[in-house]
């Protein structure tokens, strides 16, 4: 696509549901990257695909937190049993071949 | 590891010249990214310096000195919608993950 789409927009959600928010990087990027901002916060690294491998999960806040590539494209990051500090924006990103890294306009979560 | 170290908050008058300064220390340099972050939005791409000097984009130029772990964004006639916040990030030394700084929030005023 034109650019890094990301779904759903919005998430409320009660404390300890499951959710999944999903990311579509622009077309041939084979970098994709997830973050997340707490409010008024800095950006938070969590994850780096290259294609369907992640070869950096470090940023992985704790094991609630996974995230799949599949076909090279499309990603999910999944939270299990959320908890109310969960809440923020998740941002995700891609990035082709030369570096730039490109964000979509978040998904926005909030844990109740 | 890195720090990456930025002003937290700085105001300029419309139609002024502003200048966002950034240092940082980083085991070894892919380059480093600027971005703009309105509130409730997405960061926006800017500007990537990899080699030492002065890259100018319309309003908005980045300047990188890389023995000095230094980088700066000016911004020249400033406009309100210039209100945001810039982020500088740079990759840590074998990899291309941007490590993002905390941002300098930038007030334009009449």
């Known amino acids: 696509g034109a650019g890094v789409s990301q779904s759903p927009s919005n998430k409320v959600t009660e404390k300890g549901k499951d959710v999944e928010l999903r990311c579509d990087p622009i077309?041939?990027?084979?970098?994709l990257y997830w973050y997340r901002q707490s409010l008024g916060q800095g950006l938070e690294f969590l994850i780096y695909?290259?294609?369907?491998?992640?070869?950096?999960k470090s940023g992985l806040p704790s094991d609630r937190f996974s995230a799949e590539r599949t076909g090279g494209s499309v990603s999910t990051l999944t939270i299990q049993r959320t908890q109310q500090e969960d809440s923020a924006v998740y941002l995700c990103?891609?990035?082709?071949?030369?570096?730039?890294?490109?964000f979509g306009e978040g998904s926005w979560l909030t844990v109740v | 590891g890195q720090n990456i170290d930025q002003p937290t908050e700085m105001t300029a008058t419309e139609g002024a010249i502003v200048q966002i300064n950034c240092t940082y220390q980083?085991?070894?340099?892919?380059?480093l990214f600027w971005y703009q972050q309105h509130a409730g939005e997405a960061p926006t791409f800017l500007s990537y310096?990899?080699?030492?000097g002065l890259e100018e984009k319309g309003r908005f130029s980045s300047f990188l000195s890389r023995s000095k772990g230094y980088s700066y964004l000016l911004l020249k006639e400033l406009q309100m919608k210039d209100s945001a916040s810039y982020l500088c990030?740079?990759?840590?030394?074998?990899?291309?993950?941007?490590?993002f700084g905390r941002g300098t929030s930038l007030i334009v005023h009449p």
């Open positions: 990103a891609s990035s082709g071949v030369e570096n730039t890294i490109y």
């Open positions: 077309s041939g990027h084979t970098a």
């Open positions: 695909f290259q294609g369907n491998s992640a070869p950096d």
């Open positions: 980083t085991s070894g340099f892919n380059g």
């Open positions: 310096n990899v080699l030492d």
């Open positions: 990030a740079v990759p840590p030394g074998g990899s291309y993950i941007p490590t």
